[in-house]
T-cell receptor
Framework: KQEVTQIPAALSVPEGENLVLNCSFT??????LQWFRQDPGKGLTSLLL?????REQTSGRLNASLDKSSGRSTLYIAASQPGDSATYLC?????????????FGKGTKLSVIP | DTGVSQNPRHKITKRGQNVTFRCDPI?????LYWYRQTLGQGPEFLTY????????KSRLLSDRFSAERPKGSFSTLEIQRTEQGDSAMYLC?????????????FGNGTRLTVT
């Protein structure tokens, strides 16, 4: 069974700091990995999707990397802002058994202090 | 607004009642997913549709749960004889799959409270 772990569970940083969120998964046979942002009481907003053949994706101040062999992904946020405060979730689509369900981690709750 | 739309946003019901939620996906998306999320947890997969066909169901989806996507557009999720353990946020997502997977786009969810 694919399991996704996110460390730390919560992170508090001062505004302007660069930061890294970590995600690990137990089975390297994945189709892709996706990072999401979730604001309190809201749905998920897709940030970046990395296909299994890719090593990284960038969007603005965000950069996500993927290392399938070690079962790890990182989300790098540059020059953090208070508006970045949210819970960040990573999820994988596992390519085994023809399933196309996303398996999520529990998320990292980020607080950016002004 | 061309995003995923879910209704209602909130639903409070008494134990034993039936509830139905609706999801309108992004119009050109051929896949539609239902997930359930409880406090402090990541979303858990329930089921997904490719057009109107329901292709996969999680073991979380008990016999009291039924989902439909009759014309390959909007979908409904019905929970019969609700239990307190059904209280959660129910999230719908859609994607366009042509050969490879595109990002999932989620709605804002329906929060169900069973009293």
């Amino acid at each position: 069974k694919q399991e996704v772990t996110q460390i730390p569970a919560a992170l508090s940083v001062p505004e302007g700091e660069n930061l890294v969120l970590n995600c690990s998964f137990t089975d390297s046979a994945i189709y892709n990995l996706q990072w999401f942002r979730q604001d309190p009481g809201k749905g998920l907003t897709s940030l970046l999707l990395i296909q299994s053949s890719q090593r990284e994706q960038t969007s603005g101040r965000l950069n996500a990397s993927l290392d399938k062999s070690s079962g790890r992904s990182t989300l790098y946020i540059a020059a953090s802002q208070p508006g970045d405060s949210a819970t960040y979730l990573c999820a994988v689509i596992y390519s085994g058994a023809g399933s196309y369900q996303l398996t999520f981690g529990k998320g990292t709750k980020l607080s950016v202090i002004p | 607004d061309t995003g995923v739309s879910q209704n209602p946003r909130h639903k409070i019901t008494k134990r034993g009642q039936n509830v139905t939620f609706r999801c309108d996906p992004i119009s050109e998306h051929n896949r539609l997913y239902w997930y359930r999320q409880t406090l402090g947890q990541g979303p858990e997969f329930l089921t997904y549709f490719q057009n109107e066909a329901q292709l996969e169901k999680s073991r979380l989806l008990s016999d009291r749960f039924s989902a439909e996507r009759p014309k390959g557009s909007f979908s409904t999720l019905e929970i019969q004889r609700t239990e307190q353990g059904d209280s959660a946020m129910y999230l719908c997502a859609s994607s366009l799959v042509k050969g490879s997977h595109s990002p999932l786009h989620f709605g804002n969810g329906t929060r169900l409270t069973v009293t």
